[in-house]
Every structure is written in structure tokens, then in C-alpha cells.
């Protein structure tokens, strides 16, 4: 039996709060669906009307869908890394999970008031806080050496792309409401990009 | 292979029940967002004024999220400690966690009748039972001999702050139809007192 | 790596199996909560009224909740004593999930229609079919010897509660169109008589 | 600690993507219940007519739970196959997973407009899509070595299946033009000529 600290998480309870991690994510990727409900026709309206009509979103779908993966991959991957885990964390982790259970609400705003700049803000914030709350884990986990000696400097390579997404994220709230479009823009941009942003976020930290 | 009473479950069981009641509080956690309905603008109300009057329920969605949240670590580190399970601690699990899966409809009825003494007691009223629930857990485990041994000290302190928790929700029913912001108060403190409470439980069990 | 029959599970791929089992029992048992609607209430109705007249809807909640969860011990009981898993079995256990997440259904229909024979008895004919798909499995896995040695006598002995408890429920059927009531008493008896009928069990099968 | 390449998902990784692919499966599946409604009686109208009227509606619940329960079956062969995944594959199983979190809305769209052969090539299309993320993904792994030595030869095997999966699929999206049952028939053959087209397979691989 390992040593261990009143109030501190092992290695093995990491297991549990990632089974209830992922739990919550996979609830509110598929939930996203719900978004997507089966047209009534309007008389005289056919089906295939209705159905082109939901093209924007199935869209929004998809690309709410995205993102989310998008978080699980990166959450994963930090927590690939860690050796441990406290109560402060523990409490980011369920901040973080609680901005993640709320964007099948913002998808559904923003696709119901899509030319509404306000509704693509609601979407914007919430991505952008979810990314910060990922980021502060992945900082407070470095600054209390929860990070696996052999992860520290990949995981501290990483951190410019961690900031680099909440900004993206958070610059869309005001670009939001200049262009609905722009948002949406900087929001495939993070799918997108993540390769060149990866390669980006290597050359900074070794310069 | 262990040796193994008839109905008894070993340890390794305890890996898919810990699983079990991880899938129900993510999914009745991630169902609270359902609360949140994207709003339908009356003629001449602006999506900002709609938005506005959500406040209250983004309010009762984090903090509903945010005592799931403390009820699945309570739940966690009572299971860390624990080596067996029997029928009657799985009857209890499920009883715990029937009334966590109601803690969305209960939420849902405290956020349209938030003036009603009687809506935000029958979420006190659940609240204060899965506390119960959840404190007979800990009290049974230790009095069949569930608990490891080299936590049953730590298991032992920590009764009082369960029994705390428990009252806490139990007396918001009555504070409730005396105003529903003494209730919701007495909510509150239990996700931000943690840290106290934790330490008075400490110095209670110590002294 | 051990030597497997094409299309043949092994001992890993029943963790996996029972993640996914568990995963659809965990939705099913939390989606039965949407049954229960927050109240409109009629002018001139009190809430408590209207929270009165919800009183059965919780106890079909609660009776639903218990069966779903009786449904999972028994699942994982025989999980655990099972070293393999074939293509049929799969199969066996995929039609036990799809009439365990039809109860959601079952539930709402015969608590909306609760006078009405016909929706009792499409209850108790879901239970009913849930019930014998469960004993198939139990048979099926100990004709082609997928249950461990040491758990063959447990799980022969354990086959007259099955059977028993699926004809309960399937005698439900018929009850429920002299009286719901009865039908009601039938389905409960199977959460309370747990252990009276373990016990018959077992002397019948030391007979 | 094994030595692993940047952006490379290890095998302890793979135990954490096959959980969340089947918490996404499992969600999937069960919400499939939400598509049968209780019905509203019209005036005159008996509870067992309603039901009656019912009962495609439970065909096309059952039939999208089997298909849905296949894909799980696939995707668990393949998974227990691999010893290592990387992001472009990681990319593909989301694409996966969002196709099989549409086929909620996709069946719920076939059961409303059940005459319309639009309605049917687009669950049609939604499985054939499916279908081939699926092989797509089978093929990725083939390629760059992420299938383990000893499963090679049984991976590669299995090549036609998945493509005639696909095929039968995606060739059900014209049919349903013609005529919904056709493109019904075909569906239901990928359920029940499972056994058959395996064993067309392994004689197609061998010879």
C-alpha cells in the first residue's frame, strides 16, 4: 500500500476519474443530436426542402461533434501524463466538464439564432472557457508535480497550444459580433490546424 | 481463486459496480443541461433580454452540477476503501443512486418554480436523502467489515462531515418555506465549506 | 497469446462486453427519470397539487429504477462466472440490452395509461422477454461450457430463480388484464422476494 | 516505460479510446428508445389500436438497435486487434462515432416518413458511411502496421466483409429510391446473412 497523502488522489483513482471523464464527454457528444430534430412539413413544403433546410445543422453538428473529440483527445492526452491528482484539480477537472455538458445547449443556440452575433458568443465563451480550464489543469498539474518525470517536457511544450486554443476561442466572442462568419472560421480552424499548430508549438519551445 | 460466501461480491466485482454507478452519475450529470432550453423570443424581445432571464437557470444547472460532482467524490473515496461488497451495500448503491437520477427532474422544478418553498424543498429533500443514503453506505461498510484496514480510521473520521452533509440538506427542506434563499445558501455552503468541514471533521474525530 | 476459436471471445473481450453492457443498463436506468415532467399547472391548481398527482409516476420511477437494477445484479452475477463468450451469446445479449432500453417506454406507457390493462401488460410482456433472454444466456452459456468450473453448481442451482422470475413476469401479462393491481403486486414481489426465492433456490436445486 | 514516438497512442491508450467509443455506442443505442413515443389517444381512438399503429415504429427501433449492436461487434474485433493507434486514426474512429450518434435522428427520420424513399436513403447513406469509416479504418491500421502480427491474416480476411458491408450499405441509398422495402430487405440481410457472408470471406481470402 502506497503512502499517501490525506486528501490526494493516486495512480489507480486516476482510472475512475478518467471512466468518469470520458463518461460525461460521451453523454454530451451524443446529446449534440438531439440538436437535430425531424422536420415537420409545412403544407406544400417537401421533404426534400425540409431536409436541405437542415443542412446548416447537421453542420453545426458536426462541427460541435469535432470539437468536443477535439477536448477528449486533449484531456486524454494530459491525463496520459499525470501520476496523481488533488482536490483543486479534481475541481477544474468538473469545471472543465461542466462547460463540455453545456455546448449541446450553445450548439443548439447558436443553431437556431444562427445570424445572431450574440448566439455564436455564447458558443465562442464557452469553448474558450473550457480551453482555459484544460489549460489551468495542464498548468497546475506541471506547478504541483502531478506530470510523470518523462512527460514534464512534452507536457510543457504543449503549453503554448493549450493557450493558443483558449485564445482562438475566446478572440471569437468579439469577432462574433462582427461576422458570424469569422467566428465560425477561427472555431474549423482549431480542427483543422492541429497539425500545423502542433509543429508550431514544438519549434517555439525548443527556440 | 478466493474463497467467496454465497451473495457476497469480492473485489474485483467492486471494479464493475464502481463502473456501473460512474455510467449513472455521468449521465444524470450531463442530463442537466436538458434543463437549459434554447428560448423561444416573444414578439419585440431582443435574444439578449431572453438570454438574461436564463441566468437563473445556468445558475441552478452549475450548481446542480456542481453537488453531483461532490456526491461522486464522496462516492469515490468511500469505494477506494473499500475490499467486498454484499447485497444489502448494493441495494443502498442503488438507492443512492435512484436519487441522484433524480436530481435532474428535482433541479428542473426548483428552476421553473423558484419562488415555491415547495420546489426548492423537494430538491433539498433529495439532496438530503442521497446524503443519507450515501451516509448508511459508510456505516454499514464499516460495521460488516467492508472497509480495508488501513482505512478504517480515515473512514471513521470522516462520518461526521457525512452526517454533516446529510443535515445540511435535511434542514434546507424546512428553511425552504421560509425563504428559498436560506435554502439555497445552505446548498451553496456545502460545495464551498468543503475544505472546513473537512477540517473540523479531522478535529472532532482527533479530539 | 492463447489459442482461440475463430469467432470466439475470450476472457479480455468480456471486459469489454460487460463496459458495453453496463454503458446501455447505465442510460437506460437514468433516461427512466424523463418520464417524470415537471408540472404546467392548470389556473387556479396548487403546486402541491400538482406535485400530489405526480406521486405515482414516482413510484413507477422508483418500481422501475429497482427492476432495471435487479436486471443488472443478475447480468453481472453471471458475467462474472462466465470464462468466454461466443457469437450467439453476443447476440442473446444484445436482445436482454434492446428490451432493457425499451423500458424507458414501457415505463412512460403505463404510467400515462395507468387504468388500462393493455399498458401494464406491454410492461410486464417487456420485463417478461427481458427476463427469459436473460435465462437463455444463463443455459446457453452452461451447455457449451462457458461457465468457470468452480461456478457450474452455483449457476445450475441459480436456474429455477430465472426461470421463476420470468415466469412471474410473464404471467404478469395475463394479470394485468383482470387488474393492474395485481400485476403491480407481481412485479414488486420480484424486488422484495429476493431472498426468500434465493433461498427456495438453492434447496430445490440440494433436493 | 516504452519508448514511444510523439503523437502515438501506446497500448494502455487503447483501453481508454475503446471506453468512451463504447460509452458514444452505448448512449447511441439506448436513445434509440426515444424515437417511440407514448402515443396521444385521438377521440375514439383505443390504447390498442394506438399501439398497433405503433409497431413499425418498434421494428424500426429493433432493427437500428441490431445494426447499431453489429457495428459495436465490428469495432470491438477490431480493436482487439491492434497494439497501437495514432491521431489520423483516432480522426477517423470520431468520424465513426459521429455517424453512429446520427443514426437516433437518421431512424427517427425513416419511422416518421416511412413512404418516402429520400427518408430511407438517408438512414441508408448514414449506414454506408458508417460502413466505410469502419473499413477505412481497418484499412489505415493494415497499412501502418498498427494490427498485431498474430492478427494479421484474420484482419486482412475480413477485408471483403467490411467492403461488402459498405457496399450493401450505400447500394440501399439508390434502392430506396425504387422502393423502400428493398432498401429495408438489404439492411435487414447485413443482420441475418451475417454467418453466410462470413464464411463467403474466409473462402474469398483462402483461395
Redo the contacts between chains.
Keep these: 500500500?502506497e503512502a499517501k497523502e490525506?486528501?490526494t488522489f493516486s495512480r489507480?483513482?486516476l482510472g475512475?476519474?478518467?471512466?468518469?471523464t470520458?463518461?460525461?464527454?460521451?453523454?454530451?457528444?451524443?446529446?449534440?443530436?438531439?440538436n437535430?430534430e425531424?422536420p415537420t412539413l409545412a403544407s406544400g413544403e417537401s421533404?426534400?426542402d425540409a431536409?436541405f433546410d437542415l443542412l446548416p445543422s447537421l453542420g453545426a453538428?458536426?462541427l460541435a461533434?469535432?470539437l468536443v473529440?477535439r477536448f477528449?483527445?486533449l484531456h486524454?492526452n494530459l491525463?496520459?501524463r499525470l501520476h496523481g491528482f488533488d482536490?483543486p484539480l479534481?475541481t477544474l477537472n468538473?469545471a472543465f466538464?461542466?462547460l463540455i455538458?453545456?455546448l449541446?445547449?450553445s450548439t443548439?443556440?447558436y443553431d437556431?439564432?444562427t445570424d445572431?452575433g450574440?448566439?455564436a458568443a455564447?458558443l465562442g465563451g464557452t469553448l474558450g472557457l473550457a480551453a482555459l480550464a484544460h489549460w489551468e489543469m495542464n498548468q497546475y498539474a506541471l506547478r504541483h508535480g502531478f506530470v510523470r518525470a518523462?512527460h514534464r517536457a512534452?507536457t510543457e511544450s504543449g503549453r503554448p497550444i493549450g493557450l493558443g486554443l483558449a485564445a482562438v476561442f475566446l478572440l471569437s466572442v468579439p469577432a462574433a459580433f462582427l461576422t458570424v462568419h469569422l467566428a465560425e472560421a477561427m472555431w474549423i480552424s482549431t480542427v483543422l490546424l492541429?497539425?500545423p499548430l502542433?509543429r508550431l508549438g514544438r519549434r517555439t519551445s525548443s527556440a
Tied chains: 1, 2, 3, 4.
Design positions: 500500500m490525506p486528501g489507480r483513482d475512475r476519474i478518467g471512466a468518469f470520458d463518461g460525461v464527454m460521451a453523454v454530451a457528444i451524443t446529446l449534440l443530436v438531439l437535430l425531424v421533404l426534400a431536409l453538428y458536426l461533434f469535432a473529440g477528449w483527445v486524454h491525463f496520459e482536490p479534481m468538473l466538464l461542466a455538458a453545456l449541446p445547449f443548439d443556440l437556431v439564432y445572431e450574440l448566439a455564447v518523462e512534452e492541429r497539425y502542433r
